[in-house]
């Protein structure tokens, strides 16, 4: 056993300073042990010992040693005194752990590079469906630059932070558009974000706690299901069928289970592009309702249907937590979204909010807000008609270039085409051929909370022009050709 290095670890105590000093005897121990100049197992002088040394009361001492022993540093037993503890379960704490190695543990989904690879906006010289952006045509871009010079014009608060519940003009725009989509929502309903993977973390932070369980559409968006990873919550999947969620199998987890939210987009569904019917989004919201368990509505494409049916927040507003966002409608390098909650949760929103950026930039939001009064309606008009074009042509290409085992869903709309290869047919092996022929997309099982879609591919129909739009999918034709012959 080592014996304390008298009278190097006796702490320097300053009666001076305005720490009181059993903290400047316990900070100072403490600093000794973490830097490893107290190694583990050494024994502290005893309470009386140091307390004469120092030339202070023993209950000082005593106070010091508690503080080091309630954060697991020193331990305590009936006749041999006080030992520097044993570090277990982790590192030895000498000087030379590097600190990275001492970090709490930490976890990720299965893709943890899913994100990334959405938002990279280079993917090679390869045609991409990875992207979930906009189309090029119709651009935005000169309207908007319009409204951002426009407001440029009023610096005095162009250039501040602004309030952290977002732009009074921009949530009075965006309530008014929710109510016209039959929502009963006002201004101070509205919360703005900084995109809505903003808001997707701020509820799966704030509504559930690490291995609380969720409900999540199987497939869904890797993107959330990445953000539920690293909030460390166990998503249990519910299939997804042309009509949407299968509500049915909701129930029946419902009878068992009390999971802390079911996150859904019941419009124009990423990835599969369907949208869910009236009578199952009744259905939904009443089972969460009798089983009090709250939805979060993630709706970044409904704006873009033919038909706007009305969003889950307008059936049940009490038990919706509604997201939407400019990404989609306008541009993501606008990073602005929103969403709507009850009140009795929209203050804790808040102020988890207010915590990742304080406000989202009240610049972006006074030009988006000029540009919602001018230019967004015809604007979405346009982008309708181009969506519907877009899978138009992507369907008769795939029906001429694809053998007729690739199956698409039907009745999808929106930015994507998901697909279902024929069991022989994998999906990462096919994206290694695709590759090979320079046309790139995103492989089913990233979709997936739990293992499955490794036949499945997403083809973004967006981010390329009508001509790579083609000659991409002839391209995966090629390579589905090339896997067959084998
Ligand atoms: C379903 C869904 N939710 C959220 C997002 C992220 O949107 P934002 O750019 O507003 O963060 C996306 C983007 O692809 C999405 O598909």
Redesign the pocket.
Known sequence: MREVGWPAAIPVVDRNSVVPIYQQIYEDLRESILAGTLPEATRLPPERVLAERLGVNRSTVVHAYRALVSDGLVEQRVGSGSRVARAIGHPPRTADVPWWITLPPWQVGAFPQVLGE?AATFHGERISFVP?VPPVEPSPLQELARSFARVAGDPDYILSYGDSEGHAPLREAIAARMRARACNVDARDVLV?T??????TLVAQSLAEPEDEIIVEQP??P??LQIFAIARLRAIPVAVDQGGIRVDHVEEILRTRRPRFIYT?PSLH?PTGVTMNADRRQRLVTLAGRARVPIIE?D??GALAKTLAPPLAALAPKSVIY?S????TIA?SL???WLTAPRTIYERLLLRKQSYDMATSLYVQAGVCDYLARDYDAHIVQLREELTARHALARSTIARAWPKTMRLTANAGG?YLWITAPRDLRARALLDAAEREGATFLFGEAFFATSGGDHNLRLAITPVTHEQLVSGIERIGRAIAALSKR
Request: charged share 10%.
């Open positions: 959405l979930g974000l995109g809505s993977t903003q808001g997707i869904t968006y993107g959330a987009m990423n993630d970044p494409y997201l966002t400019f990404s989609k993501p990073r602005l979204g930015f």
